[in-house]
Every structure is written in structure tokens, then in C-alpha cells.
T-cell receptor, first 111, second 115 residues
Framework: GEDVEQSLFLSVREGDSSVINCTYT??????LYWYKQEPGAGLQLLTY?????DMKQDQRLTVLLNKKDKHLSLRIADTQTGDSAIYFC???????????FGAGTRLAVHP | NAGVMQNPRHLVRRRGQEARLRCSPM?????VYWYRQLPEEGLKFMVY????????ESGMPKERFSAEFPKEGPSILRIQQVVRGDSAAYFC?????????????FGPGTRLTVT
């Protein structure tokens, strides 16, 4: 079946790097996404990666994909207090009609 | 270009009442998706609609829930005879004609509280 798992909490110091991990089960997934949700707000797409890629970099964000292990990670360099939010990993499944989300990783950035 | 609009942002209903949640997709988008987020959980897919058609409703509860996306006007998610377990945040997303990334743009959500 389709399932996406993430660790629930991550605490980092301001200026350090954050690494948020995700595993998924659907080997047919073609696109994998990272969304950010701030308190009381909707989801903001941060970045996505196509399944034939190993890595994608976008400014402070680096996405790594290990397709063999079905493992996805999001690295945020120089983490700032404004990065405090919940980060959701999602895979596209079901004939491309829907996204399957993980439960979200709550990132807390402290001085 | 305004983003995905949802209203109301907050909705309180008593058990047994009806809840109507509205979603206006981004201009030019003809595909709408509804997701539900229970407290402390991720988003769960409910239904995917195109104008006047339900394409995939595999995530919709079999009873009390219905969705539509008419030719004119917003998409509506309707919950009849609400129960406390329906309390959640309901998010709508839209996308244009399918493109290579199938990116979905999310609205701010409607937070439903059933008392």
C-alpha cells in the first residue's frame, strides 16, 4: 500500500543545518515533494524531485533521494527562526490524482 | 493572480448540523482536490474533481460527505449531520491542466469544529 513516514520532531540551533528524513513505500512514485506549513496556514510547496534524480539543490534547500531504499531527505542550510514550521513529505500516487502525505516533522529552531 | 481561496476560514457546527466548505481555485485551474488534516496528523486525500466531474473519490467517507465542482462557482465540500470526529482542517488544492510536475497549490484551509 501507500505510506509515507517521517520523524515527528526536530530541534536545531539557529545557524546549524537541519535534516528532515522521510521514507515512502510506493515504488512507482514519480514525484516527491516537500511542503512547509506554518501555524494556522496552508501548505507551501518548497521543492520537489523527480524519481530519476538523486539530488536537487535550491538555494538553502537540498533534497536527496535514495530510490533503492525509498528514502528522501530535506536539508536546510543555515537554519533560521523563520524556518520553524511543520515539514511534510509527500509522494504522488494513485494515477497522479492525489498526494500521499507523511504526518509531518515539526522543526523548532532555537537561538 | 490570487491564490486558492477557501471560506469560511473557521466554522463551528453543532452535532447533527450541516457544514458547507467552499473552495475557489486559482484562476485558470480546472482541477480541485480536497484533503483533510486531523489534529497532529498529515493531510489525507479525500476527492479529486474537475469541472462538473468527480474523478477520484476514493478518500471520501461513504456516508454524509459529498463534493461538487460546478461549471460556475466554487467547489463545495458538504458534510451532513456532522459528528465530533469531523472536526479537522479541510484543505483545498488546485492545479492547472496536468503538467509534468502535477503541482498542487493549497488554500489556507477551513478549520471545522463540531461541538
Amino acid at each position: 500500500g501507500e505510506d509515507v513516514e517521517q520523524s515527528l520532531f526536530l530541534s536545531v540551533r539557529e545557524g546549524d543545518s537541519s535534516v528532515i528524513n522521510c521514507t515512502y513505500t510506493d515504488s512507482s512514485s514519480t514525484y516527491l515533494y516537500w511542503y512547509k506549513q506554518e501555524p494556522g496556514a496552508g501548505l507551501q510547496l518548497l521543492t520537489y524531485i523527480f524519481s530519476n534524480m538523486d539530488m536537487k539543490q535550491d538555494q538553502r534547500l537540498t533534497v536527496l533521494l535514495n530510490k533503492k531504499d525509498k528514502h528522501l531527505s530535506l536539508r536546510i542550510a543555515d537554519t533560521q527562526t523563520g524556518d520553524s514550521a511543520i515539514y511534510f513529505c509527500a509522494e504522488r500516487a494513485g494515477g497522479y490524482n492525489k498526494l500521499i502525505f507523511g504526518a509531518g516533522t515539526r522543526l523548532a529552531v532555537h537561538p | 493572480n490570487a491564490g486558492v481561496m477557501q471560506n469560511p476560514r473557521h466554522l463551528v457546527r453543532r452535532r447533527g448540523q450541516e457544514a458547507r466548505l467552499r473552495c475557489s481555485p486559482m484562476k485558470g485551474h480546472s482541477h480541485v482536490y480536497w484533503y483533510r488534516q486531523l489534529p497532529e496528523e498529515g493531510l489525507k486525500f479525500m476527492v479529486y474533481l474537475q469541472k462538473e466531474n468527480i474523478i477520484d473519490e476514493s478518500g471520501m467517507p461513504k456516508e454524509r460527505f459529498s463534493a461538487e465542482f460546478p461549471k460556475e462557482g466554487p467547489s463545495i465540500l458538504r458534510i451532513q449531520q456532522v459528528v465530533r470526529g469531523d472536526s479537522a482542517a479541510y484543505f483545498c488544492a488546485s492545479s492547472p491542466l496536468p503538467d509534468i510536475t502535477y503541482e498542487q497549490y493549497f488554500g489556507p484551509g477551513t478549520r471545522l469544529t463540531v461541538t
